[in-house]
């Protein structure tokens, strides 16, 4: 049963948490948004996927932004009660460390498994359909799909130009150009209407042009072909997007990364698992940097703490390379870096400690 100790430190640990992960989720949701009208404003996505293009980053991103959340929240909350007295009432009346500890890890653990759901299960998800929809946007028929009249758009490192005069309510061009050095001799294709569609049965994309003309020729040359057409159409496979949506790594479903014997994929694995492992050391980590007496200075213990959290994360970055490139072995793995820092932390602070200097007067008793 949990007391009434628990569920205060509980509640005062869960209100900062919620304000942390709420703020942090709106300033993520505010610079992926202004990202996305960018791409939108370039063509390069269609506006109708805004929301969704956003929701999966945010999806994807949410695992990365638990850990921090949870460290700051325990960090904060300890703080604001270790300066007004309240963790050396407690202590005073009998409450051990031990406690404090207990009350933190009821938080810690949801949080982990919170965290393990989002890296394990939704991050690859979301990671796959983003890169279905990217890899779409470098197709010629989805380009075209999110243009804007009145302004030129290049492709292809350039080779293919496209411009369109004017679009009406049904997003269809009129007056449109596209210029196209691919092909031997160059073309350029005028048309008076054209249109984007994609069939809904097998994913067929095409873009359809109307009551133009084209020319195949190079500018001075004498030798070209001249041709009016009715009706032309460019036709752009999209069978390969479903696989380059899973080429990465990143949006590989974790039970293949199981079944995997490549380092790069156990790797990648142990990047998953290292968010949700790392809920847990960050909190264990934030109680001994919370300043317990008011009359010590706090800003020791706060250097100590924003060094432990970058070390934390440029050490999981050193570890993962460490790991692919045979630097570490194998039965190693990934997480012994967490492991390490704790100790590194635990150990710079213990000297000073009311443990270590109450052990220490004991054996000088003796």
Do not use: C
């Amino acid at each position: 049963m949990w007391s009434i100790v628990d569920r205060y430190f509980l509640t005062e640990i869960v209100k900062v948490f919620m304000a942390i992960m709420a703020t942090l989720l709106l300033v993520v949701a505010s610079m992926l948004f202004l990202r996305t009208l960018e791409q939108v404003n370039v063509g390069n996505l269609q506006a109708g996927l805004v929301l969704q293009f956003l929701g999966l980053q945010l999806l994807r991103d949410t695992a990365t932004l638990l850990a921090p959340a949870a460290f700051l929240a325990v960090l904060m909350a300890l703080g604001r009660m270790a300066r007004d007295s309240e963790l050396i009432a407690f202590t005073a009346g009998g409450l051990r460390p031990s406690r404090v500890f207990r009350a933190v890890l009821l938080f810690a653990l949801p949080v982990a498994l919170l965290t393990a759901w989002f890296a394990l299960v939704l991050k690859p998800y979301a990671a796959a359909q983003i890169q279905l929809i990217e890899s779409r946007k470098d197709d010629e028929a989805t380009r075209i799909s999110g243009l804007q009249a009145g302004r030129f758009y290049q492709q292809s490192d350039g080779s293919v130009t496209f411009y369109a005069a004017d679009m009406d309510s049904s997003s269809r061009f009129t007056g449109v150009f596209v210029q196209d050095r691919r092909s031997d001799p160059p073309r350029v294709v005028l048309a008076e209407r054209g249109y984007y569609r994609e069939s809904g049965v097998d994913g067929e994309q095409t873009v359809v042009l109307e009551e133009g003309r084209r020319f195949d020729g190079r500018a001075g040359d004498a030798a070209y072909t001249l041709m009016d057409f009715a009706r032309l159409t460019y036709y752009v496979s999209g069978a390969s997007t479903a696989q380059a949506a899973r080429s990465r790594r990143a949006a590989t479903p974790t039970g293949e990364l199981l079944a995997s014997a490549d380092i790069r994929d156990r790797a990648e694995l142990e990047h998953r698992l290292a968010a949700a492992v790392g809920v847990i050391a960050l909190v264990i980590l934030a109680v001994p940097l919370t300043q317990l007496s008011p009359r010590r200075g706090s800003g020791g213990r706060l250097l100590l703490a924003f060094l432990a959290y970058f070390a934390f994360f440029n050490g999981q970055r050193l570890a993962e390379e460490w790991m692919t490139a045979g630097v570490t072995p194998q039965w190693l793995g990934l997480l012994w870096y967490q492991a390490v820092i704790v100790a590194v932390v635990f150990g710079a602070i213990l000297p000073g400690s009311y443990a270590s200097r109450r052990l220490v007067s004991r054996l000088r008793g003796r």
